[in-house]
């Protein structure tokens, strides 16, 4: 047996490429793949179509040794992948028993007729190995010759991914005597463009571990990934690479760690709930453009009672005075979107709400209200903590962003600013 050298991935579908499904299937795999220890090159979706399919794998073998290929396995004419397979393959096919049996088991089950059209999808290329589909009725297929590989598996995402679990990634694991792991460094306060400056040389130089920054939604990524023969040594040189990456100037920027492949959901959120839970700190907020999109998000997740005190929402300016204590010669003077206004804001939040930390919120999120002093997009914010300073500052959003991006972004910025805080002050440290 040939270990495997490289992997790409077939999506067979019309409706894929006419934008009917959206194909999450092929981030799944590439994930699942990188687990492994087998490199991905390419990712290809190709119609319902046998001669371009058999092209496709053409090109692909070319390639790598491996192909998975996802979908075109039903019962209908237009499901062409199982059989251009196997011509492929030049394998001939043959009615499996037990796939048959658990497909009529399926339909009685269900209370519905087995079709005739139903028996294609009992028939397999000869010598193939079966993955039995506990959840729908198209097997998936495992198929060796000539130290190629292919898998075939059903294109439902939830019947690819349990069978994929529980079936074929066992049948793969024994083709990669390694693994892949990857940290995720999120960066707040610099572009991707500057990270790379910064770090250049370690991209440059390093192979195994790999260090590539990506642009996120909300913050800039630097992904290392190292290779090895089990995931603790693989862990172990990536760890080593975050260290020295927070030698750099970049480490500064540094306010979260992941170790999820795609970098995780809610990555803020979860870093500051994670951060004050650990110190014993509580949380609040003071939001006028935001609307409470900073206590929603936080609350999106569980463990979010034991931080956040509460939130006030100070969308007018005779809440920010009355409630808030926003003194009447500022708004005046600087107008509510000015540091000075977010400056007292947050303080005003840390009285009412009683909490360690509060932050403020204030901006134009457009699409109108904007001036040539204060365009759409300025947003003004601060941090004040119990004991210690308030500290302000302004982001100048560009124009063209939707109003909901622009508040999901300011959002985003006061939570990174309340982690930053929290770490420079040294709050509830021991």
Wanted: glycine share 10%; charged share 20%; aromatic share 6%.
């Amino acid at each position: 047996m040939q270990n495997v050298i490289s992997a790409e991935i077939i999506s067979v579908g019309t409706e894929l490429l006419l934008g009917d499904i959206t194909n999450t299937n092929t981030a799944y795999l590439a994930r699942r793949l990188a687990v492994l220890g087998i490199p991905l090159y390419r990712q290809t979706v190709v119609g319902d179509n046998a001669a371009r399919l058999t092209q496709a794998l053409e090109e692909a073998y070319s390639r790598s040794n491996l192909v998975i290929l996802t979908g075109g396995l039903g019962p209908t004419c237009d499901d062409i992948t199982k059989e251009t397979v196997a011509n492929y393959f030049s394998l001939p096919m043959e009615e499996d028993a037990p796939t048959r049996e658990a497909i009529e088991s399926y339909f009685h089950a269900k209370g519905r007729s087995f079709t005739e059209n139903n028996l294609k999808q009992c028939l397999v290329p000869v010598g193939a190995t079966v993955f039995t589909n506990s959840w729908g009725t198209a097997p998936g297929i495992g198929i060796e010759q000539d130290e190629k590989y292919a898998v075939l598996l059903p294109g439902p995402p939830h019947e690819l991914k349990l069978m994929f679990e529980e079936t074929v990634l066992p049948w793969l694991s024994r083709l990669s005597p390694y693994t892949i792991y990857s940290l995720n460094l999120h960066l707040s306060g610099i572009g991707e463009g500057a990270a790379e400056a910064i770090l250049r040389d370690m991209m440059d130089a390093g192979e195994n571990p790999t260090v590539a920054p990506y642009a996120g939604e909300d913050d800039v990524r630097i992904r290392i990934s190292a290779r090895a023969e089990n995931e603790t040594k693989a862990r172990e040189m990536c760890e080593d690479a975050a260290r020295k990456i927070r030698k750099t100037p970049a480490g500064k920027y540094i306010y979260a760690c992941t170790d999820t492949p795609e970098g995780a959901a809610a990555v803020v959120e979860r870093t500051l709930l994670a951060l004050f839970g650990e110190r014993g700190l509580t949380f609040g907020a003071a939001e006028s453009c935001t609307g409470g999109t900073v206590c929603q998000r936080i609350t999106a997740l569980p463990g979010a009672s034991a931080v956040l005190q509460g939130g006030i929402v100070s969308y007018s300016n005779a809440v920010k005075a009355e409630v808030l204590g926003v003194e009447r010669k500022v708004l005046d003077t600087f107008g509510a979107v000015s540091e000075e206004c977010a400056a007292q804001m947050a303080q005003g939040a840390l009285r009412s709400l009683g909490c360690d930390v509060a932050i403020s919120v204030t901006g134009i999120a457009g699409p109108d209200g904007g001036t040539s002093e204060k365009p759409v997009g300025t947003v003004c914010f601060a941090v004040s903590c119990a004991g210690g300073a308030t500290h302000t500052c302004t982001e100048h959003y560009r124009s063209g962003l939707t109003r909901e991006r622009i508040r999901r972004l300011a959002s985003t910025k006061a939570m990174q600013l309340a982690i930053a805080a929290v770490k420079e002050t040294g709050a509830g440290e021991a």
